[in-house]
């Protein structure tokens, strides 16, 4: 199998979510219904929209079901919806039909991951892994070996034969494709074939595919003892992380400045390029370390423009979002303030408040505190402030990236 290359490609997902299935139970098809508490569709396309690189996502549903897909959806506004067709083939055609035609002239060179709305669990290491390998090969597809010994059937219930299994994998999704290849593979393909997946109209299109490693994990949910282990699976298996932030902005002339969400009005303000909240700009760190997703100058870089006087609260939120898209529960931020003045005692209740609706949170998971350096240092002398943070996070385990 080919390893990824070492960048984060951009791709488009295509999630196929029309089907009408109910093998699994629960009175709706499977994608609509609950695990632990959140529709699949919506687990699956948090996978997604948690991962770098990604521009967009199209899920194409089945007739009938705009009313379960707008409430398993809501709140996501960055994404298309799609109606499908008779069979998952017309459908997924449906909706690169329609990603191509919003992608315009960029269309042909795009990639697009196509993926089942029934596979909740795809990491984005693995959604990464496959786009930058459809990049550089133009299709990917994830796969297992198989490692147990394989039978043939006859007709009668009884062994007819032992398959040889060198060379054999169990294909899953997301594959990913050139967008072009992939489109034009789909409308050659013969109606009366239906194919299984879309790498095997790639096949019958004379694509090359590369294969990449797939994850056990990445389980299609099918029947009612998929749920089961997956209900299982979520109930027990998360751990919990602490992340630590910490920053220091310039003090300067001025009459106000902003700590923890909070204008205090002041002699001198904070120099950043954001309003230099130093509050703000730890705790979004320590929650990115506990998600281990960086730090705020990767998201937010100093060098752009857009970010120049933005209020510090929009960084915050996005380190909110990310969790939230991790399915991860912040369960306790702590900050410390480090300066000589202003005096935070006056407004500590106004800043827990403060951080706690940005994130959320009730307050008594909130704790501001602050200390001096007893004149000692650049916060003594009074020419700066610092803060260091503390968050602590329950979220799932990420998969093992030792290997």
């Known amino acids: 199998m080919s390893a990824p290359v070492n960048f984060t490609a951009p791709f488009h997902a295509l999630i196929v979510a029309a089907g009408t299935g109910q093998r699994a139970g629960g009175g709706v098809p499977k994608q609509y219904r609950l695990l632990a508490g959140k529709p699949v569709l919506r687990r699956t396309v948090d996978a997604f929209a948690g991962t770098p690189g990604l521009q967009s996502i199209t899920v194409v549903i089945g007739a009938g079901q705009e009313a379960d897909c707008a409430s398993a ?83 009668d219930g009884t062994v007819a034969a032992t398959v040889p299994r060198a060379g054999l994998h169990r294909a899953q999704t997301p594959q990913g494709f050139r967008l072009g290849a992939i489109l034009a593979a789909h409308r050659a393909a013969d109606p009366a074939q239906e194919a299984t997946d879309d ?79 130093v509050g703000l700009h730890a705790i979004t760190d320590a929650i990115l370390g506990a998600l281990g997703d960086g730090d705020i100058g990767q998201h937010f870089p100093p060098s752009d423009p857009q970010w120049k006087g933005a209020p510090s609260d929009a960084f915050l939120r996005h380190a909110a979002t990310l969790a939230a898209r991790r399915d991860a529960k912040i369960l306790h931020v702590d900050a410390t303030l480090i300066c000589e ?61 030792s290997e």
Request: proline share 5%; hydrophobic share 40%.
């Open 73 to 155: 959806l809501s709140g996501i506004e960055t994404l298309t919806v799609v109606p499908g067709g008779a069979s998952r083939q017309e459908s997924v055609r449906n909706g690169l039909e329609d990603l191509t035609r919003r992608l315009g002239d960029a269309a042909e060179a795009a990639v697009v991951l196509i993926h089942d709305a029934a596979r909740p669990f795809a990491t984005p290491r693995m959604i990464q892994s496959v786009s930058e390998t459809a990049h550089r090969a133009g299709a990917a597809l994830p796969a297992l070996p198989v490692v147990d010994t394989l039978k043939s059937a006859a007709a």
């Open 341 to 401: 003045a202003p005096k935070v005692g006056p407004h500590r209740a106004a800043m827990r408040a403060r951080v706690a609706d940005i994130l959320g949170l009730s307050k008594d998971r909130v704790s501001i505190k602050a200390t001096t350096t007893e004149k000692l240092g650049f916060t003594g002398r009074g020419e700066g402030i610092a803060c260091q943070a503390v968050a602590t996070l329950s979220l799932p385990p990420y998969e093992d990236e």
């Open 199 to 277: 790498a095997m109209l790639a096949e019958l299109a004379g694509l090359p595919i590369t294969l990449v490693p797939g994850e056990e994990t990445n389980v299609k949910l099918t029947t009612e003892a998929d749920f089961a282990a997956a209900e299982q699976r979520l109930s027990v298996a998360r751990e919990t992380r602490t992340g630590m932030g910490f920053d220091v902005h310039r003090l300067v002339t001025g009459d106000h400045l902003w700590l923890c969400g909070i204008r205090i009005d002041h002699d001198q303000t904070l120099l950043g390029h954001s309003d230099a909240d």
